[in-house]
């Protein structure tokens, strides 16, 4: 029997920091949002770094903007690429960038998620994330994406 071959999507994905959580403790101490996925779908209640899928002529840094408005109902300014990485899952690859951002204006809500909340890389290492996110989670961790902002 032939099995499809999954479609590849690129997601991009923001690593923000919380505002005033980085006094003083260095990046090891530094809360980062995360959210958990709605229960139902694909990948459901997994946690994952907000963002969301590049539309067809966006660049990532347009799409990272445009996601985060939607879904967390903020404004955001994108720096840098932090890392990028590959994931087949059943139904889809995903073709996975991380780029440093920061909150401009807003507050995030969960508009489009379950649940969201500020972890260290240590808590989320605790955490039940998608399995595109475990070789970035030990980067971030390991302090390999250097500068975070
Ligand atoms: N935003 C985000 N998506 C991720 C991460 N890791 C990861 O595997 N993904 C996957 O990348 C895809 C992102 O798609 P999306 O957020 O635009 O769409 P979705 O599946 O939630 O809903 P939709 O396809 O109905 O719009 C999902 O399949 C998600 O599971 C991550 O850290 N952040």
């Not at 690593?15 to 101490?29: E, K, T, V």
């Not at 459901?44 to 770094?49: G, M, T, V």
């Not at 890392?83 to 440093?100: C, I, N, Q, S």
């Not at 971030?140 to 994406?145: D, P, T, V």
Request: aromatic share 6%; proline share 7%; with cysteine.
């Amino acid at each position: 029997m032939t099995r499809a071959v999954p479609r590849t999507v690129r997601v991009v994905a923001a690593l923000i920091p919380q505002p005033s959580s980085d006094r003083g403790q260095g990046d090891g101490g530094r809360r980062f949002l995360v959210q958990q996925r709605l229960p139902g779908g694909s990948r459901a209640l997994l946690w994952e770094f907000p963002g969301g899928k590049v539309e067809a002529g966006e660049t990532d840094e347009a799409a990272l903007a445009r996601e985060c408005r939607e879904e967390l109902d903020v404004e955001l300014s994108v720096g840098r690429r932090l890392w990028e990485g590959r994931h087949t899952y059943p139904d889809l690859t995903v073709e996975l960038v991380l780029y440093a951002a920061a909150l401009v204006s807003g507050e995030p809500k969960p508009l489009g998620a379950h649940m969201l909340a500020f972890h260290t890389p240590t808590e989320m290492q605790a955490l039940p994330f998608c399995e595109a996110d475990v070789p970035l989670l030990e980067d971030l961790l390991a302090g390999r994406m250097g500068a975070l902002d």
